[in-house]
């Protein structure tokens, strides 16, 4: 499975443990190829020491149009939302209050 690992703000601990397992190819942005049980294992890890670090991971995804999934840990604003299979992401305002539908009235 495709990898790529966008990090901000995060332990540099966290930063070693990454590159065991990815390249990094610029400040904080790691790709790699790796299965699934290594990338559900990063995520876990990562986002339990992240702290206020901000996380974006996106993996490569047969099943949905796009060919990818993505993950988002402390979004700063931001958020993932599917419209008809795809992901988008959407900013959210500060202090908006949205249920789980995608676009509220």
Same mark, same amino acid.
């Given at each position: 499975?495709?990898?790529?690992l ?6 540099? %601990?966290?930063?070693? *443990? ?12 790691? @790709? ?6 290594? @990338? ?5 890890? @990562?986002?339990?020491? &992240? ?19 993505? =993950?988002? %840990?402390?979004? =700063?604003g931001?958020? @993932?939302?599917?419209?008809d299979?795809?992901?988008?992401? =959407?900013?959210?305002?500060?202090? &908006?209050? *949205? ?7």
């Amino acid at each position: 499975m495709f990898v790529t690992l966008r990090i901000t703000a995060v332990p540099d %601990h966290l930063r070693g *443990y990454l590159s065991r397992f990815l390249v990094e190819y610029g400040t904080g942005l790691y @790709v790699g190829n790796v299965s699934r049980r290594i @990338v559900d294992s990063l995520w876990s890890r @990562v986002t339990d020491a &992240a702290g206020e670090g901000e996380i974006v991971l996106v993996t490569s995804e047969a099943t949905n149009e796009q060919g990818f999934k993505v =993950r988002l %840990h402390q979004g =700063r604003g931001k958020e @993932v939302v599917d419209m008809d299979g795809f992901e988008l992401l =959407r900013s959210i305002p500060e202090g &908006a209050y *949205y249920d789980s539908e995608p676009f509220p009235d």
